[in-house]
């Protein structure tokens, strides 16, 4: 178990330009969320995928966003035509079918839209 | 609305003494609540989590947090803080389903040797 793993870490692009990042949850976990973080700000949700199905998502995000977990293992979050307001930490976080609640986060992927 | 507050954003204790982050939530329904720390460069780890029961809850690095429903509060505690202990601290709350974390906006912790 190598934990929840986030590519790229970072990511610096031109305003206007697409970017996606990638998830690997725990393995046996079928939860996976996608949180975004900016500075002094806790995570503020995103999305949440229960194995394939995309359950949640939140009303704050734009159709510039999307989110997909092809196969309810890895997901994968691609924002289009980026902003320089998107400049942020995406953060993913999965959890298992058994109900704990606890999240496992990975370390998150910085974006910096120029 | 779901909301989760963090009144202290910036907390400095000496080593050795007792601390206590603040968190109140407002959530329609019975809530699940959690606390977690990120350190920097680091992802966030759970401390502890309350879901029913005895409303004293114990977490890991001797962390506890006490659940008080009149109060919308829980509040989070250690008795002798470690210079390893500074971090962020986050409240969250949620509800049966998991389906979706509110997170309050962070606690930053300073000790001071």
């Known amino acids: 178990d190598t934990g929840v793993s986030q590519n790229p870490r970072h990511k610096i692009t031109k305003r206007g330009q697409n970017v996606t990042f990638r998830c690997d949850p725990i393995?046996?976990?079928?939860?996976l969320y996608w949180y975004r973080q900016t500075l002094g700000q806790g995570p503020e949700f995103l999305t949440y995928?229960?194995?394939?199905?995309?359950?949640?998502k939140s009303r704050l995000l734009s159709d510039r966003f999307s989110a997909e977990r092809p196969k309810g293992s890895f997901s994968t979050l691609e924002i289009q035509r980026t902003e320089q307001g998107d400049s942020a930490m995406y953060l993913c976080?999965?959890?298992?079918?058994?109900?704990?609640?606890?999240?496992?986060f990975g370390e998150g992927s910085r974006l910096t839209v120029l | 609305a779901q909301s989760v507050t963090q009144p202290d954003i910036h907390i400095t204790v000496s080593e050795g003494a007792s601390l206590e982050l603040r968190c109140n939530y407002s959530?329609?329904?019975?809530?699940?609540l959690f606390w977690y720390v990120q350190s920097p460069g680091q992802g966030l780890q759970l401390l502890l989590k309350?879901?029913?029961?005895?409303?004293l809850v114990q977490g890991i690095k001797g962390f506890e947090a006490e659940f008080k429903r009149s109060q919308s509060s829980f509040n989070l505690r250690k008795p002798s803080v470690h210079w390893s202990d500074a971090a962020e601290y986050f409240c969250?709350?949620?509800?049966?389903?998991?389906?979706?974390?509110?997170f309050g906006s962070g606690t930053k912790l300073n000790v001071k040797p």
């Open positions: 959530y329609g329904a019975t809530p699940y």
């Open positions: 309350y879901f029913s029961g005895d409303t």
């Open positions: 976080a999965s959890s298992s079918h058994r109900g704990t609640g606890e999240l496992f």
């Open positions: 995928f229960q194995n394939e199905a995309q359950l949640e």
């Open positions: 969250a709350v949620t509800t049966y389903n998991f389906n979706k974390f509110y």
């Open positions: 393995s046996e976990h079928n939860r």
